[in-house]
């Protein structure tokens, strides 16, 4: 009798909290940190648990976070115009610099010794110097604008044929932004072509499970956050089968701190070192004297983010006994904002818009640190009316550390439905109006 009012007890908190979190997020989204401290208080007050809160603040923040999305989405295009404009006024400055560096340079060759002298030293410098700067930006602006233009992509959804029929897939959870994003477009597009999401049974959802399911026939097509192991490849020559990946977007690893921490960034080297307890101080790698606490989730938890951290990071070493573990994100943001000695590793997607935490820039060896952010970074002030956004030049041209591609793997057989099906999803992510939602979704578009 005692447990089960216990259990009720219990039952009615949990009720408790999510009516609170709901109220909270109604009346505004992000929360504040005072927000999130009285939220704080009182997950301590009902005795729950960090897994327990999570479970409830996810379902209610993963649509209001969409939402979010598209508003900013929606003021960057309102801006579109002013930076055509101000590209506009660069581009008439730069002309006019041109014609009046070409009239001071006119005089012919046999009385250049007497055009030397009309011409004054400093403002000859001046002028080449504003040739070169303002000339410079406008050559990087052509650049980073006609990377991918010698691409030729399809405009939309309707270019692409699609098989009819009802097709399955799963796989990595990091997909659920683009689904919610891509999923009713494509719907509108071709409504024969009836997608359904299936998630494992027994296992956790991820890459590796997809890829599972998909060889073992439960899925039509998998989604995946990394390229198809060797073990992988192999247990599908022996099935009759090859996997095809097709690279659809670009992703990333962020390394998080608490905002008042300095330090300039990390390189791989010390971040392996303090995963792996070897470095302990912030003071080692230039920062306060403080012991550095460790977090990260645990495989079974996220194993996509976890595998890639160990593979990429820790060149296959285990995580050190000094990390302590969390359940999910939202546990991860937590801990790291009420730690000034706390790092935390997690999909750059995930925590680029967090305004209690930072993410640090990296570098590959020596001091050439690459932030995966736009720059200059938003204060913490500043949040959360202004929010980071990731730096798609950094992503798209390798110069952040910790990109990886997330791939839509098919099933080549023949060219059978399924494998017309699961190519026909790839080609449609590739579409510009494709590439535009795993924009919005938070994702950088590879094209």
């Known amino acids: 009798m005692l447990f089960a009012q216990r259990q009720e007890e219990h039952r009615q908190n949990l009720v408790r909290y ?4 709901s109220e909270a997020i109604e009346r505004e989204f992000p929360l504040t940190q005072s927000i999130r401290r009285q939220l704080k208080q009182l997950q301590q007050s009902l005795q729950l648990k960090e897994e327990e809160v999570s479970r409830i603040e996810q379902p209610i923040i993963f649509p209001k976070e969409a939402e979010y999305r598209k508003q900013q989405d929606k003021i960057r295009e309102e801006q579109e115009p002013e930076k055509q404009r101000q590209q506009e006024e660069r581009d008439d400055l730069w002309r006019k610099v041109l014609r009046k560096l070409e009239i001071l340079l006119k005089p012919p060759i046999q009385k250049l010794s007497q055009s030397k002298k009309k011409i004054k030293p400093w ?9 070169i700067s303002v000339g410079g930006i406008h050559l990087i602006s052509k650049k980073v604008n006609s990377d991918f233009s010698s691409v030729t992509t399809p405009q939309g959804f309707s270019s692409v044929t699609t098989p009819q029929g009802t097709w399955l897939y799963g796989g990595n959870t990091s997909w659920a932004s683009i689904w919610q994003y891509v999923d009713p477009e494509i719907k509108k597009a071709h409504p024969q072509f009836k997608l359904r999401y299936t998630p494992p049974i027994n296992d956790p959802p991820g890459s590796g499970t997809g890829i599972r399911m998909l060889l073992e026939g439960r899925l039509t097509f998998s989604l995946s956050s990394r390229p198809i192991t060797d073990r992988e490849y192999q247990q599908s020559q022996k099935r009759g089968l090859s996997l095809k990946p097709i690279p659809v977007a670009l992703e990333g690893l962020g390394i998080t701190v608490h905002p008042h921490l300095q330090i300039p960034g990390l390189t791989l080297g010390q971040i392996k070192d303090i995963y792996t307890g070897k470095i302990t101080n912030w003071n080692q790698v230039g920062g306060p004297n403080l012991k550095i606490t460790a977090y990260s989730r645990r495989f079974e938890d996220d194993e996509d983010t976890v595998e890639f951290f160990v593979n990429n990071v820790l060149s296959g070493e285990k995580l050190g006994s000094n990390v302590a573990y969390v359940y999910d994100t939202i546990s991860g943001v937590r801990k790291l904002a009420s730690d000034h000695a706390g790092i935390y590793y997690d999909s750059a997607r995930e925590v680029v818009l967090q305004c209690t935490i930072k993410l640090l820039p990296i570098a590959k060896q ?3 640190f690459v932030a995966p952010y736009t720059e200059p970074p938003i204060k913490a002030d500043q949040c959360p009316n202004q929010r980071n956004q990731l730096s798609i030049d950094a992503f798209k041209k390798g110069q952040y550390p910790l990109t990886y591609l997330m791939f839509v793997i098919v099933k080549q057989n023949k060219n059978s439905l399924e494998q017309q099906a699961g190519e026909a999803y790839a080609e449609m992510l590739l579409t510009t109006q ?4 795993i ?8 094209r």
């Open 434 to 437: 494709g590439q535009k939602l």
């Open 18 to 21: 999510q009516q609170a979190f």
């Open 366 to 368: 020596g001091n050439n």
């Open 123 to 131: 403002l000859l410098i001046s002028l080449v110097g504003m040739v």
């Open 439 to 446: 924009n919005e979704a938070g994702f950088v578009p590879i």
